[in-house]
């Protein structure tokens, strides 16, 4: 599930930092979390390392050269540009954007079923682990805090 996206008319740091407290914003960053990234610039610079500092989350990147480190991201990034874009054709920044935002946030991660977790819907897959942790904190709450 997509939780923390930006645009912007660049991909510099602050397309990047944005995003992630966006996540951070809708409680989806906790202290301790694993930020995975390509090695582009935006994602190598000081204002990022700044910003996850501050919040306790480690940066990881993937090796140069493998496509497969990201298969995850890039294969989102596909999803809209040939679901939506390619058909859309939106004219102009304005509707990109605002197409972009309710192609996420209404299809992608609430209607549209994904292979990789068993052809369910993203917010309905993540709302099972959130029940799923709740009910196994009820049972044993030290062994959850343990953990």
Do not use: C
């Not at 944005?18 to 951070?24: D, I, K, V, W």
């Not at 000081?46 to 500092?53: C, D, G, H, N």
């Not at 298969?71 to 390619?86: D, I, K, L, M, N």
């Amino acid at each position: 599930m997509v939780v923390g996206w930006s645009m912007r008319d660049n991909m510099r740091a602050g397309l990047v930092v944005a995003a992630l407290e966006m996540a951070r914003s809708r409680g989806h960053v906790a202290g301790g979390a694993m930020f995975h990234s390509d090695r582009g610039s935006q994602h190598a610079s000081a204002e990022l390392a700044a910003w996850a500092a501050a919040h306790d989350v480690r940066l990881s990147v993937g090796r140069t050269g493998s496509r497969h480190d990201n298969a995850v991201a890039e294969s989102f990034f596909g999803t809209p540009r040939s679901e939506w874009y390619h058909h859309e054709r939106p004219s102009d920044a304005s509707t990109t954007k605002h197409g972009a935002i309710e192609f996420i946030e209404s299809y992608y991660n609430r209607f549209r079923p994904h292979e990789s977790i068993g052809d369910r819907v993203p917010a309905e897959a993540m709302q099972e682990f959130f029940d799923r942790f709740e009910s196994a904190l009820q049972a044993d709450p030290e062994a959850m805090l343990a953990a």
